[in-house]
């Protein structure tokens, strides 16, 4: 009897624990993905996200079909339709057995119960794996409680856990051996050019492997500076399952056999941060309530947010006043991705200066990643906010201008993205406006001058979320 195994978030044919057990226990394989337009609105895939997954879904459909394996489409209008149309399929191809990965927020995990229910009421066995995380919610607790609510317990369970279970060796997917052939696959809406980012995933696995190799030893000391191109940027194929997280703990296998303890500093802190992804993963499936626009801190969300739209055009647009911000802000527009710690420094301002709610900024942020990840947004906003799983609490209040002074203390990354402040001298970058005044005055003139004031205080508008944020706590 024939199987089908259903791709969502899972691009890959190494280490697909679905695709894998499919072509063992069956003859016949089959593939299907679904389109969603409607489901991809909801969800704010950004434009650019749309037409990573559009060209990652062509390799994948080229790569299956010279294992013999046709992957079909399936135009939904979302995801409530997925068991009918998955059913409908199925019995069309005489499919016994359907196989797919999981995931884990809250309307894929109703989906898949959904299409569990359905199957099973129609003798289809369902066949579900966690291949997308090193490891599956549920399998690491504290011994009072149903999950980790902070991430150092959490981190130290999960490589104990890993530890213990080791890691599977590569997998052969059997194939029938004859190729099939394939269909473009097109998706409608909204598109922004990723072509400076897609590759095969042979393509994506050297990046990998020339990321471990040639610069995962110093990420611990160069993560920080956006100026540098020190992090992986891997995130988009993270997020799109085109690289397994297995793959990449094999790899760090080479650097210790004690894997995964005893990894050089710079390696063991990538591998923290593949945890942090993880940590954000499992939340989903313990606290449904952040799948429904909800704080993690309940109180939180008693918060008094402004509302000004004025105010967030000038943070979406990147016209704080606050050089370190703007870059932030337009490298997101220009890239469709911004480096880690400056997302931090942006989300910081949003909540914290402006105090608008970080919701806000979790949105556009969706909108424009190509690396847009439900649970690592909300689990990076929230955190941001203080509204989150951050160990410290709502008195971490990030100061933008020391921000970036310590991140980028040259203004490269500053001078890169904010034109109007190329010619400024370091002395100045951080808080040009003194300068700028100066200038002006002097009647030298140049586009500098259109750089605006800073649009608050820091000072004031961090006073005025403490005390308030206290207020709710109590
Ligand atoms: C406000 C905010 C929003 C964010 N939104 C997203 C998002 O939508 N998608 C996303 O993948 N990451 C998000 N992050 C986490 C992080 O910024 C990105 O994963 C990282 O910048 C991607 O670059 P990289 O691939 O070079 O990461 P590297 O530093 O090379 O890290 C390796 C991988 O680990 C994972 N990772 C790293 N940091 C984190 C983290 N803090 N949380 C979860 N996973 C992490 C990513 O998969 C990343 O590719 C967000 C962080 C913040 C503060």
């Not at 624990?17 to 337009?37: M, W």
């Not at 209040?397 to 993205?417: A, C, H, L």
């Not at 586009?447 to 608050?456: A, D, G, H, I, L």
Request: net charge neutral.
């Amino acid at each position: 009897m024939t199987a089908l195994v259903w791709f969502r978030q899972d691009l890959r044919l190494a280490d697909n624990d679905a695709l894998n057990a499919a072509t063992h226990n069956h003859q016949q394989v089959v593939a299907v993905v679904c389109l969603s337009e409607q489901q991809w609105q909801a969800h704010d895939w950004a434009p650019i996200k749309r037409d990573l997954y559009e060209r990652q879904l062509n390799y994948l459909s080229a790569a299956l079909a010279e294992k013999g394996i046709p992957l079909h489409t399936l135009t939904l209008d979302n995801f409530s339709q997925a068991p009918k149309a998955i059913h409908d399929f199925a019995t069309k191809h005489e499919i016994s057995a359907l196989y797919a990965n999981r995931e884990y927020p809250l309307d894929e995990l109703r989906r898949d119960r959904a299409v569990d229910a359905w199957m099973s009421e129609h003798d289809i066995d369902c066949h579900w794996f966690d291949s997308n995380v090193l490891v599956p919610p549920g399998a690491v607790k504290p011994k009072t409680s149903a999950f980790y609510q902070k991430f150092t317990p959490f981190y130290k369970a999960w490589k104990a856990y890993i530890a213990e279970q080791g890691i599977a060796p590569p997998q052969q997917i059997k194939t029938s051996g004859q190729s099939v052939s394939t269909q473009k696959i097109e998706l409608t809406g909204d598109k922004r050019d990723a072509s400076a980012w897609a590759g095969s995933e042979d393509a994506v696995r050297q990046r990998l492997r020339r990321y471990m190799d040639e610069q995962v030893a110093d990420y611990d000391r160069l993560r920080d500076s956006p100026s540098q191109d020190a992090t992986s940027r891997l995130s988009p194929f993270f997020e799109l399952g085109v690289i397994a997280p297995r793959a990449v703990a094999r790899l760090l296998q080479q650097q210790s056999p004690d894997f995964p303890h005893g990894l050089n500093k710079g390696a063991d802190t990538w591998l923290s941060e593949l945890a942090w992804r993880e940590f954000y993963q499992h939340l989903m499936v313990h606290v449904p309530r952040l799948s429904m626009g909800k704080a993690f801190i309940e109180y939180s969300d008693e918060f008094p947010w402004r509302s000004s739209s004025a105010d967030f055009k000038r943070w979406r647009e990147g016209k704080t006043g606050y050089p370190i911000v703007d870059a932030g802000m337009r490298q997101l527009n220009h890239e469709g991705w911004m480096h880690n710690r400056v997302r931090m420094i942006v989300a910081n301002f949003l909540v914290k200066d402006l105090h608008l709610d970080w919701r806000l900024g979790e949105r556009y942020f969706m909108q424009h990643l190509i690396d847009g990840s439900f649970p690592a947004n909300n689990g990076g906003w929230q955190w941001s906010a203080s509204t989150g799983t951050d160990a410290a609490p709502y008195f971490r209040v990030f100061n933008p201008t020391r921000q970036s002074e310590q991140v980028d203390p040259e203004g490269r990354y500053i001078r890169k993205w904010v034109k109007e402040l190329k010619d400024v001298p370091t002395k100045y970058i951080h808080s040009p406006h003194s300068y700028l005044k100066a200038k002006g005055e002097s009647g030298a003139g140049s586009s500098t001058e259109n750089y605006p004031q800073p649009m608050v205080d820091h000072k004031e508008a961090r006073d005025y979320f403490i005390a308030t944020f206290k207020g709710l706590k109590k």
